[in-house]
Nanobody, 115 residues
Framework: QVQLVESGGGSVQAGGSLRLSCAASGSISLIDVVEWYRQAPGKQRELAAGITKSGYTNYGDSVKGRFTISRDSAKNTVYLQMDSLKPEDTAVYYC?????????WGQGTQVTVSS
């Protein structure tokens, strides 16, 4: 079992920055990929960014060039640095970990960007 705890959400004005954290505990060795998803009210959940065990990263088209995903293996934590935030980035952001044919989700953290 893997437990994921997100933190770092909050309210910010357009153009500002936030850094989200996803701290993992439990059977860390199971994890192959960690991804950040987001879900805005009335919209489907979408991929924001992902990072594999080997360090490969990928981003959703709407966040490319503004968001950066990284990890600190010593702390079992994945970060999502969000810069140049826009009102349309407002959403609940969820951390997802996958591996060994299993999937785990965090509880989500709210990000609100005002214009």
């Amino acid at each position: 079992q893997v437990q994921l705890v997100e933190s770092g959400g909050g309210s910010v004005q357009a153009g500002g920055s936030l850094r989200l954290s996803c701290a993992a505990s439990g059977s860390i060795s199971l994890i192959d990929v960690v991804e950040w998803y987001r879900q805005a009210p009335g919209k489907q959940r979408e991929l924001a960014a992902g990072i594999t065990k080997s360090g490969y990263t990928n981003y959703g088209d709407s966040v490319k060039g503004r968001f950066t995903i990284s990890r600190d293996s010593a702390k079992n934590t994945v970060y999502l640095q969000m810069d140049s935030l826009k009102p349309e980035d407002t959403a609940v952001y969820y951390c997802n970990a996958r591996g060994a044919l299993r999937e785990f989700w965090g509880q989500g953290t709210q990000v609100t960007v005002s214009s």
